[in-house]
């Protein structure tokens, strides 16, 4: 029977590994002694096999464990169920990488759209993309459209709502997109809004904006869930959805695989991530390692454009790009809004500098 493999950072001793790596291959598997079962097909084909285990030094052991592929459904909230459920509440076990069966990826559909896509709808055939945020929480409808024009002004590829703007009373979602919508008539800025809620209000949200002209939507997939994530993105095949990460920390599941791959997979064409250097903690070994997931040739689904973001200011904007390359969507916003009356000019000089 076909399986997966999951692939686990365990802090142990050597002495206790083997238990440990062959505890959590039965936890996430068919959680239950194994000499209780008497089928022999569940002991053969369902019972996780522990394939492998690796000293990395420091007390620290990767173990790969195989996991039976029909216990994930497919569906994405019980893959990552079978994949961390359980064993995530060991706060020494990380869920380091999954290598998930092609025939298993490529059905969750990947992006709509992916790098291409998301390049021709900003006219950006040769270089990297651009991209800034609506901010602060707090502010009008009317406020933010008069911040979403002079971003375009400044000749901005996409405005993206800040992750927190959601349907509050000060901003109501139907308001903000009509003005924002309206703000940029005549531009070439692509509206990214922020999309929240439960699943009905999810779908709502997603059809308004697209009655507004909208094609392209913000999502926080550990918020909103990654089954309502995957099943919005496939009921709005026209649309582009850029992935915030949000939440993700919580899960220990290392960000290559979560923000890079599983993202991916489940739709995102575009995925945020922390930038090193900024305001959050990742390496720029993790960050290159998260854009390489979104990007490499991967069970035939389109490819997700890496958003570093979080505290980026124009003066590391030759370094971004050359660390990435022109495959990526440079996301930089409290460095350009401080500028506040000088937003367009400020703007025009960043989005000139990545034009080169």
Excluded: W
Aim: glycine share 12%; with cysteine.
């Amino acid at each position: 029977m076909p399986r997966l493999v999951a692939i686990y950072r365990i802090r142990s001793d050597a002495a206790s590994i083997e238990q440990r790596a062959r505890s959590i291959a039965v936890e996430q598997s068919v959680e239950m002694p194994v000499e209780a079962i008497d089928d022999p097909a569940v002991l053969r084909d369902v019972v996780g096999r522990v394939d492998g285990i690796a000293d990395l030094g420091g007390g620290v052991f990767e173990a790969r464990i195989a996991l039976s592929l029909a216990t994930t459904g497919p569906e994405p909230g019980q893959l990552l169920n079978m994949l961390f459920g359980n064993s995530s509440i060991h706060e020494d076990v990380t869920l380091h990488d999954a290598e998930l069966p092609d025939a298993l990826a490529a059905g969750f559909g990947g992006p709509n759209r992916g790098i291409e896509g998301l390049r021709a709808r900003c006219g950006a055939p040769g270089r990297a993309m651009t991209c800034s945020t609506l901010k602060p929480q707090g502010l009008p409808p009317e406020g933010l459209a008069v911040i979403a024009r002079r971003l375009a002004e400044g000749g901005i590829d996409f405005i993206k709502d800040d992750h927190g703007l959601a349907d509050q009373e000060y901003s109501p979602f139907a308001r903000r997109v009509a003005a924002v919508m309206a703000a940029l008539k005549g531009t070439g800025a692509c509206y990214v809004p922020s999309i929240t809620g439960s699943l009905d209000s999810l779908r709502r949200q997603a059809c308004l904006a697209r009655d507004e002209g909208v094609n392209f939507v913000l999502i926080t997939p550990m918020i909103a869930g990654l089954a309502n994530f995957h099943t919005l993105v496939r009921a709005f095949p026209a649309m582009g959805f850029m992935t915030h990460p949000a939440m993700a920390g919580a899960a220990r599941i290392a960000p290559p695989l979560l923000l890079g791959k599983l993202f991916r997979m489940l739709g995102a064409d575009a995925t945020i991530f922390p930038n090193h250097g900024g305001r959050f903690g990742y390496s720029p070994a993790t960050c290159l390692r998260i854009a390489d997931a979104a990007r490499r040739p991967f069970a035939g689904v389109k490819p997700a454009v890496p958003v570093p973001a979080g505290g980026m200011t124009p003066e590391r904007v030759a370094e971004m790009l050359e660390f990435y390359g022109r495959d990526t969507m440079l996301l930089i916003g409290g460095g350009l809004l401080q500028a506040r009356a000088r937003l367009a000019e400020a703007t025009a000089a960043f989005t000139r500098q990545v034009a080169g």
